[in-house]
């Protein structure tokens, strides 16, 4: 488990982008934390590390986006789903057995169906652009590297 | 006059379509690259009637696999079954995945055949059938549920079993060893197009229902066990 703290959108966003490395052949990221913590940002830096050309969008009434690319991303949020017989039926399984990214927000409603490994990803609002994420499950991410150079530019 | 059944397979991840002409088998094709059957099936049947030199209403009878399987999988297989029989009102008809599977395989007389698919978390969808002289005898219904739910019908039928499909591996290791027990090689325990045409025949010859409006597909069939699992959190929520 490791813990980042990001002082804006864009630090959060180069964080995922670095997490992206690690998911070149599929994988899953479930998410945890309220609105507004920054779980669309993270997932427009995953899209991004991934080489996916679809522009990133709260999948909040769609249940699920894909963003095509180099690999493709399906992006769930789960606000609405919490038996089995939806989550199959919103096509899950399938994204997972594509080899695909699959990255669920609000994972809490799904949590007992999820099968390990998977990567474990809480964000928690310090401020109002400040945030700390805990994530699980995968390895160790430099922090925020681009960052730095941002300040500076 | 030849009676020809055709098959589409698009149930798990591999895509097929085969082409009977009565009990023969003619044409099949068996895709698993890992690209979506929405894009692979329609130009693998055109292909598959191409080298045939088979007309779509030369058909008298579409296949198409039922379930259990992918959801995307299923309706896709569906949605293309039903508009190939629409425009001669085509018969049409979905058959058990498992039992298709169970008819892909060799296994030999008087032994027992698992299909079994893989459904996450130990879990299979599986179906036994024993082989006799008529043909695949089925001995339990297509269940969802712990490949060890199997153990003691198993046990009292006092054949040798052989496993096939995807959750061979995992049935494998979650049975006793006391039964004679053999996984079929990978390449020769897949479901194919072929067996949903087989199983097809044999619904047909049941007098089971052909009518393309009534095609729908088994999605998910949850054990007890889950749905109490279900109900209970369900319970729990507004309490």
């Known amino acids: 488990m490791a813990v980042?703290?990001?002082?804006?959108?864009?630090?959060?966003?180069?964080?995922?982008?670095?997490?992206?490395?690690?998911?070149?052949?599929?994988?899953?990221?479930?998410?945890?934390?309220?609105?507004?913590?920054?779980?669309?940002?993270?997932?427009?830096?995953?899209?991004?590390?991934?080489?996916?050309?679809?522009?990133?969008?709260s999948p909040t009434f769609s249940i699920v986006n894909v963003y095509r690319g180099k690999i493709t991303f399906a992006h769930f949020d789960m606000y609405r789903i919490s038996t089995e017989e939806?989550?199959?039926?919103?096509?899950?399984?399938?994204?997972?057995?594509?080899?695909?990214?699959?990255?669920?927000?609000?994972?809490?409603?799904?949590?007992?169906?999820?099968?390990e490994p998977y990567i474990k990803i809480n964000i928690?609002?310090?401020?109002?652009?400040?945030?700390?994420?805990?994530?699980?499950?995968?390895?160790?991410?430099?922090?925020?590297?681009?960052?730095?150079?941002?300040?500076?530019? | 006059m030849s009676e020809m059944t055709l098959a589409v397979d698009s149930a798990g991840k591999a895509a097929g379509i085969a082409i009977l002409r009565d009990e023969a088998l003619i044409y099949e094709s068996y895709l698993d690259a890992g690209l979506t059957h929405s894009e692979t099936l329609l130009p693998m049947l055109k292909s598959a009637l191409a080298a045939a030199g088979i007309a779509p209403a030369e058909i008298n009878l579409y296949a198409v696999s039922?379930?259990?399987?992918?959801?995307?999988?299923?309706?896709?297989?569906?949605?293309?079954a039903k508009g190939l029989a629409l425009p001669n009102h085509t018969p049409c008809i979905g058959v058990s995945t498992l039992e298709a599977l169970a008819l892909s395989v060799f296994v030999p007389q008087g032994s027992i055949v698992v299909a079994a698919e893989d459904a996450r978390r130990g879990e299979v969808y599986y179906a036994a059938f024993e082989q006799t002289a008529e043909g695949l005898h089925r001995l339990c219904s297509d269940t969802a549920g712990k490949p060890c739910e199997m153990q003691e019908m198993l046990e009292n039928a006092k054949k040798s079993v052989f496993?096939?499909?995807?959750?061979?591996?995992?049935?494998?290791?979650?049975?006793?060893?006391?039964?004679?027990?053999?996984?079929?090689?990978?390449h020769l325990r897949k479901g194919r197009a072929s067996g949903v045409a087989f199983a097809a025949r044999v619904a047909c010859a049941?007098?089971?229902?052909?009518?393309?409006?009534?095609?729908?597909?088994?999605?998910?069939?949850?054990?007890?066990?889950?749905?109490?699992?279900?109900?209970?959190?369900?319970?729990?929520?507004?309490?």
């Open chain 1, 4 to 57: 980042y703290i990001t002082h804006s959108k864009e630090e959060t966003m180069a964080l995922a982008r670095q997490l992206s490395k690690q998911l070149q052949n599929g994988g899953l990221i479930a998410f945890t934390g309220g609105l507004g913590a920054g779980k669309t940002a993270f997932c427009t830096g995953l899209a991004e590390g991934l080489g996916c050309t679809d522009e990133v969008q």
């Open chain 1, 86 to 115: 939806d989550l199959y039926a919103a096509s899950f399984y399938d994204y997972l057995d594509s080899g695909a990214v699959v990255a669920a927000e609000w994972s809490e409603n799904i949590a007992q169906f999820l099968e």
């Open chain 1, 124 to 153: 928690e609002v310090l401020g109002e652009n400040d945030r700390k994420l805990t994530i699980e499950g995968a390895a160790p991410l430099e922090e925020t590297p681009d960052a730095a150079q941002n300040g500076l530019a």
């Open chain 2, 66 to 80: 039922a379930g259990p399987g992918s959801f995307t999988g299923l309706r896709i297989g569906m949605a293309l």
């Open chain 2, 163 to 186: 496993i096939v499909g995807d959750g061979a591996e995992v049935c494998y290791n979650n049975l006793e060893k006391n039964l004679t027990l053999t996984v079929l090689p990978a």
């Open chain 2, 206 to 239: 049941r007098g089971e229902n052909t009518d393309a409006a009534l095609l729908a597909p088994e999605y998910l069939k949850l054990c007890q066990a889950q749905r109490e699992r279900q109900e209970k959190l369900k319970g729990s929520e507004t309490t």
